[in-house]
């Protein structure tokens, strides 16, 4: 009948235009596949009532995310109301619940949190309706999304939490890797940017240091996901840099930053950061008194939590602020024991450029040349004990 300049039936057409959007979807020609959904929504628009809305509901789906594919939040967010829209003229929970899950995740993409916040407690009765794990699981990761992008944290924590677990006994592979994605992927952004700091810092590059940091702020501002873990990182950096650059005001405020979130969140580690670098504020001030009461509380986190890449410093520190003290002993101890913390550490590198590297930067060549001054001053006391 084509061949006579007959125009196809509706139906066969139909179906053309829907083979041709799942064959594109599956080459990832996402902008080919969208149109092509398209012409089918518009000839299933000629079908008869009772086949057009359950295969409107699957081409609304299919084109909203190759939309959303494409960056095209908006038009997917129109494609998953229409699909939501037709579900529920069907009356099926499942399709309803689908539907409401695959919106809210693009309201997600989209930062339009406020949307995903009216629709909670509509997404998690859909979801008890269709009486599916599947898409319970997947409710609540859009719910856990939602409080990871509102800076809600711990009820985010403890959402993705069971999520990971319910999608890992159930065998639903995209939940478990969408959620174990979000915990990760700006946790390796904020963390690249951080740890670039560090690197310009101890190299003398201070504008570049500071670019870096102002990098990472901008993510925080912009995404609350797993923020108070970087802002330690963060803040502990930034003290350092302050110290170098010998703003103490600035050093002081980040350490006490660093302090409260770090004690706030139980990370030990960081709470003897955070007192060793108010130490070394206080000795750059001339305050011996403040900086020995800070390294004392440094080294009691120590003693329960040790770390030698937080002890090596700290130990460094106390070395310092000793022979300020013109206390021989002291001094030797601290830069004996901070050595043997940088030596079981370079032991533990098996990359000998690496290893050099650490055993050659500035700060670990004070706490040697520490060492050996203390070793020289107990060599004298002994002569002249002798004599």
């Not at 997947?138 to 509102?150: I, N, R, W, Y």
């Not at 703003?247 to 930053?257: K, P, S």
């Not at 108010?278 to 009461?293: F, P, Q, S, T």
Request: hydrophobic share 45%.
């Amino acid at each position: 009948m084509a061949g006579r300049g007959v125009t196809p039936p509706a139906g066969l057409r139909f179906g053309d235009c829907a083979r041709a959007g799942d064959n594109a979807a599956s080459l990832y020609a996402s902008s080919e596949a969208a149109d092509n959904y398209g012409r089918a929504i518009e000839l299933a628009g000629k079908l008869p009532d009772g086949a057009r809305a359950e295969l409107l509901i699957g081409l609304y789906q299919k084109r909203g995310r190759a939309r959303l594919a494409l960056g095209r939040f908006g038009e997917a967010v129109d494609d998953f109301t229409e699909m939501l829209d037709e579900a529920r003229r069907t009356g099926s929970p499942e399709q309803e619940s689908a539907a409401l899950n695959a919106l809210s995740m693009t309201l997600f993409y989209s930062h339009r949190l406020d949307e995903i916040t009216e629709r909670a407690a509509e997404i998690l009765r859909a979801a008890e309706r269709a009486q599916s794990d599947a898409l319970r699981i997947e409710a609540m990761q859009v719910l856990a999304l939602k409080h990871l992008g509102s800076g809600d944290l711990a009820e985010a924590k403890r959402m993705l939490d069971e999520i990971i677990e319910s999608a890992r006994r159930l065998g639903h592979k995209s939940v478990l890797l969408t959620g174990l994605a979000w915990r990760g992927v700006l946790e390796a952004q904020a963390n690249s940017l951080i740890n670039l700091g560090i690197d310009h810092n101890q190299s003398g590059r201070g504008e570049k240091t500071a670019s870096a940091f102002r990098e990472v702020e901008q993510i925080f501002r912009r995404d609350a996901w797993f923020r108070w873990r970087y802002q330690i990182r963060l803040h502990a950096a930034a003290a350092e840099h302050q110290l170098a650059l010998g703003d103490l005001a600035r050093a002081e405020e980040h350490a006490l930053r660093l302090l409260e979130t770090a004690t706030h969140y139980e990370a030990r580690k960081y709470v003897a950061v955070a007192h060793r670098l108010l130490a070394e504020a206080a000795i750059a001030r001339g305050d011996l008194a403040k900086a020995a009461g800070e390294l004392d509380a440094a080294l009691r986190e120590l003693r329960t939590h040790p770390v030698p890449v937080v002890a090596w410093k700290t130990f460094a520190a106390v070395g310092r602020l000793r022979a300020l003290e013109s206390d021989a002993d002291g001094a030797r101890e601290g830069f004996t024991r901070a050595a043997s913390a940088v030596n079981e550490i370079a032991d533990g590198v098996r990359d000998e450029h690496l290893r050099n590297v650490f055993l050659n930067s500035a700060p670990v060549r004070e706490v040697f040349a520490g060492a050996r001054v203390a070793i020289a001053l107990d060599q004298q006391l002994v002569g002249i004990c002798d004599g």
